[in-house]
């Protein structure tokens, strides 16, 4: 069975100060991963995908990183307007669904 | 604007009270799908549609009825609502079916928060 788990559930960081959120997954053949943003009463909002261990994505403020075992969230100077929850998310071999993690719910102090 | 609307946002009913929850996507997606979110739970998947007429159970398809008569519409049914059914809920869609080989991403709507007493 198909599973992801995100860590740290929760991250208070001050603005300007860079950190990463880890999300480890097992799947039987790695079609995607998947990163969302969630903002407090609102859908998850899609930022990136990735395919294969060692590729990049960039985004502003924020660069989602794979490996064969998990995938990193880097944040670098941090806004207040980062503050939200980021989901994680895989979608495995002859899937038709994706499967998320809990999220980390980071909040940035100004 | 594309977007997936949901509707109510909020809705607060009794045990066995029949409901429905509307879906609707402006941008011709094949593919819906509903999730519920629950705290330490996460998301998770009630139901989906590959397109119009084939719908698919998901992970906790118990309690709930879907229909995808349109593509654009996929509405929600809770034929006979319980408390443990209280959740917020997300519709979703995407331009190809989900498992396809360059997969399009997930768009959800705003949710709808359901309380059932």
């Known amino acids: 069975e198909d599973q992801v788990t995100q860590s740290p559930e929760a991250l208070r960081l001050q603005e300007g100060e860079s950190s990463s959120l880890n999300c480890s997954y097992t799947v039987s053949g790695l079609r995607g991963l998947f990163w969302y943003r969630q903002d407090p009463g609102k859908g998850p909002e899609f930022l990136f995908t990735?395919?294969?261990a060692g590729e990049e994505k960039e985004k502003e403020r924020l660069k989602a990183t794979l490996t064969k075992k998990e995938s990193f969230l880097h944040i670098t100077a941090p806004k207040p307007e980062d503050s939200a929850t980021y989901l994680c998310a895989v979608l495995g071999a002859g899937a038709q669904k994706l499967v998320f993690g809990q999220g980390t719910r980071l909040t940035i102090n100004p | 604007e594309a977007q997936v609307t949901q509707n109510p946002r909020y809705l607060i009913t009794v045990t066995g009270k029949k409901l429905t929850v509307t879906c609707s996507q402006n941008?011709?997606?094949?593919?819906m799908s509903w999730y519920r979110q629950d705290p330490g739970l996460g998301l998770r998947q009630i139901y989906y549609s590959m397109n119009v007429e084939v719908t698919d159970k998901g992970d906790v398809p118990e309690g709930y009825k879907v229909s995808r008569k349109e593509k654009r519409n996929f509405p929600l049914i809770l034929e006979s609502p319980s408390p443990n059914q209280t959740s917020l809920y997300f519709c979703?869609?995407?331009?190809?079916?989900?498992?396809?080989?360059?997969?399009?991403?997930?768009?959800f709507g705003n949710g709808t928060r359901l309380t059932v007493t």
């Open positions: 990735l395919y294969s």
């Open positions: 979703a869609s995407s331009l190809r079916p989900t498992g396809s080989l360059f997969d399009s991403p997930l768009h």
């Open positions: 941008m011709n997606h094949e593919y």
